[in-house]
């Protein structure tokens, strides 16, 4: 069936740098734009960006403009996103997700998520 | 404060429908498509709606999704005690080049 699959969870310590993988299987990588969404603890939804696997590119949220970096090994249809210089304000569920069309369009919707990777940012 | 405005929660009891709405701007809502997600604890959110008002495969029509002007409201009929979730409208915001997603809703089935 289609799905992503996610790394495990990270612990990282304020300053440092976290790399989250996604591993698409069940349906044609770069075909699907994958985004990638947080969620801190009890809180919402928050959008950090977009990449197009077939060519790499990519958008960000201008909030993690200079702080993210999505990229994609499609030889193993994974994608990555990598943020620097965390903070504890970092410390949240990253979600990888497909947009459900395949067509590009921003206002897609995301129809399949992968589990979720919880990274923590402490001392 | 989300740019996206959803009800905090909603409640109604087994069998009976509730609504949530989505209120939104000319640059989000008002020009962009949107979509509804429900999340259960711990778990990933899970799309319900699409395009305003389209149903993935496997969700069943007590879902359905409306929009008006800068508006969208979604709707859940026959309400069972596993629709106990978070709801979450999205969509594009023209404006700020992101994807926004309401505050959730917390819906409670008495």
């Known amino acids: 069936q289609e799905q992503l699959v996610q790394s495990g969870a990270e612990v990282k310590k304020p300053g440092a740098s976290v790399k989250v993988s996604c591993q698409a299987s069940?349906?044609?990588?770069?075909?699907?734009?994958i985004n990638w969404v947080r969620q801190a603890s009890g809180q919402g939804l928050e959008w950090m960006g977009w990449?197009?696997?077939?060519?790499?590119?990519?958008g960000y949220a201008q909030k993690f403009q200079g702080r993210v970096t999505m990229t994609r090994d499609t030889s193993i249809s994974t994608a990555y996103m990598e943020l620097s210089r965390l903070t504890s304000e970092d410390t949240a569920v990253y979600y990888c997700?497909?947009?459900?069309?395949?067509?590009?369009?921003?206002?897609?919707?995301?129809?399949?998520w992968g589990q979720g990777t919880m990274v923590t940012v402490s001392s | 404060q989300s740019v996206l405005a959803q009800p905090p929660s909603v409640s109604a009891a087994p069998g009976q429908r509730v609504t949530i709405s989505c209120s939104g701007s000319?640059?989000?809502?008002?020009?962009?498509?949107v979509s509804w997600y429900r999340q259960l604890p711990g778990t990933a959110p899970k799309l319900l709606i699409y395009?305003?008002?389209q149903r993935p495969s496997g969700i069943p029509d007590r879902f359905s999704g409306s929009k008006s002007g800068t508006s969208a409201t979604l709707g859940i009929t026959g309400l069972q005690t596993g629709d106990e979730a978070d709801y979450y409208c999205?969509?594009?915001?023209?404006?700020?080049?992101?994807?926004?997603f309401g505050g959730g809703t917390k819906l409670t089935v008495l």
């Open positions: 999205g969509t594009w915001d023209s404006s700020l080049s992101v994807v926004l």
């Open positions: 069940g349906f044609t990588f770069t075909n699907h734009d």
């Open positions: 395009d305003n008002n």
């Open positions: 000319s640059s989000t809502i008002g020009n962009n498509y």
């Open positions: 997700a497909r947009d459900t069309h395949g067509d590009r369009r921003p206002d897609d919707a995301f129809d399949i």
């Open positions: 990449m197009n696997p077939n060519n790499g590119n990519t």
